[in-house]
């Protein structure tokens, strides 16, 4: 077997014909980071004229260093020793001779699955052969992490979309189901734009604005943009219907008070307590949206997102909202409407990106892990990141040089 260096062309027939794999293993993927000041290397595992393994390798510059990165791992059979030693042996070495002093792998090593709709974990049992299969060949384990330390997140939600849509809306928690709903008839409208505008993704960081700009084009039509706006004009409507609605359920709740004086009547009396209360709090919805009609007559958008299809699977790849409407609930409607719409499409899976640790009991991003998995996803955890020295001598140069680094960054 021999290692050569592939073009983009070659590379990509190879991911067509390749049964799991990213869209952060793909030539898109390495063109929209070329302005991120990485350069990208395509390499094949070849025999006889046929491709075995391949991979994607970024290359960044650290400091005068080179590092390389395969984002989620290599397109091999990590399970096969034999393949991956030899695969191993020949990349080290011709990104030694290049003067990488290092690789970083994440494959997508399922090592255990979370099932949000039964709370069943299962693991998988390949995951230890495949872990001491890499670290028996000197691959070093950077840890478990339970966040979002690593290159890629270890951890993932994601919708299985090949079900009715009745079934897919019913796996939905109870939690997630009431804001769709609610959020449904709020006056919200979903538009598709074929061109990006970063602003209504509300980013603050020119850097990452720029990325997504760069992903737009790189993708091209395998990449979807859409912006969610709230309709001022059908809000009001909708919440004076609301308003009219709850103030007759206030006045029947009142007048059974008036038909049970006499009696014991403590639990018609909370009735009516609870009731006055929502219609007070409708009452202060009904003002602020009558003020948003008032100043933003056209409408407001509050968010919007990118999703990137690849063959049978679509990927969230980021969603951002205007933080001063997301008591709305926008949020929750628009991605049920995407995995509505790609679910008619006849997609297999909607990965919402990333999650945090399943099994912890104290977690700050409880909520991100809840609004993910509550539209019935199944949580994945993968093996995490590797390192692969493969030039030793610069290598131990560039941790040596870490002290003098760090003073220059003071």
């Known amino acids: 077997m021999v290692l050569r260096e592939l073009n983009a062309s070659q590379f990509s027939a190879f991911i067509n014909n390749y049964s799991d794999d990213s869209i952060y293993q793909t030539e898109q993927y390495a063109n929209a980071l070329i302005k991120q000041k990485y350069t990208s290397i395509y390499y094949g595992l070849e025999e006889n004229g046929k491709l075995f393994g391949a991979t994607l390798v970024l290359i960044e510059k650290r400091q005068g260093f080179k590092y390389g990165y395969a984002p ?10 034999e393949l991956l030693k030899t695969f191993t042996s020949l990349i080290k070495k011709d ?15 399922v090592k255990e699955t979370y099932d949000s709709i039964s709370g069943n974990i299962a693991s998988n049992e390949q995951s230890e052969t495949i872990y001491n299969n890499l670290t028996s060949l000197g691959y070093y384990h950077l840890g478990y992490n339970n966040f979002f330390e690593s290159f890629k997140p270890r951890f993932e939600a994601i919708v299985e979309l090949n079900k009715p849509i009745e079934q897919l809306f019913n796996n939905l928690d109870a939690n997630m189901k009431e804001k769709v709903i609610t959020a449904d008839q709020s006056g919200f409208q979903i538009f598709k734009s074929n061109s990006f505008n970063p602003d209504y993704l509300f980013l603050k960081n020119k850097d990452e604005a720029d990325f997504y700009q760069e992903m737009f084009y790189a993708f091209q039509d395998r990449i979807e943009f859409f912006y969610i706006k709230l309709d001022t004009k059908q809000h009001l409507k909708q919440i004076q219907i609301k308003y009219q609605k709850q103030s007759e359920i206030s006045s029947q709740a009142n007048a059974k008070v008036f038909e049970t004086r006499g009696t014991d009547n403590t639990n018609e009396i909370n009735i009516k307590l609870q009731e006055e209360s929502k219609l007070n709090d409708m009452k ?3 003002v602020f949206a009558t003020n948003l009609l008032r100043d933003i007559p056209d409408g407001i958008i509050v968010g919007a997102c990118l999703v990137v299809k690849h063959k049978d699977k679509v990927h969230l790849l980021v969603d ?3 933080n001063e409407y997301m008591n709305l ?3 929750c409607l628009f991605i049920w409407k995407l995995m509505e719409k790609y679910a008619n499409e006849g997609y297999k899976e909607f990965n919402l990106g990333g999650i945090t640790n399943f099994s912890l009991e104290d977690n700050p991003y409880k909520d991100l ?3 993910k998995l509550g539209f019935g996803s199944i949580g994945y955890e993968y093996l995490g990141d590797f390192e692969l020295i493969t030039n030793k001598p610069l290598y131990v140069m560039y941790q ?3 002290p003098f680094r760090n003073m220059l960054k003071k």
């Open 400 to 402: 040596n040089s870490s």
């Open 320 to 322: 951002k909202y205007n």
């Open 329 to 331: 609930h926008m949020n």
């Open 369 to 371: 892990n809840d609004f």
């Open 72 to 81: 989620r791992g290599f397109l091999i059979d990590y399970s096969n020793l």
């Open 95 to 109: 990104l030694g001779k290049k003067g990488v002093i290092a690789i970083k792998i994440n494959p997508c090593i």
């Open 284 to 286: 202060n919805e009904l």
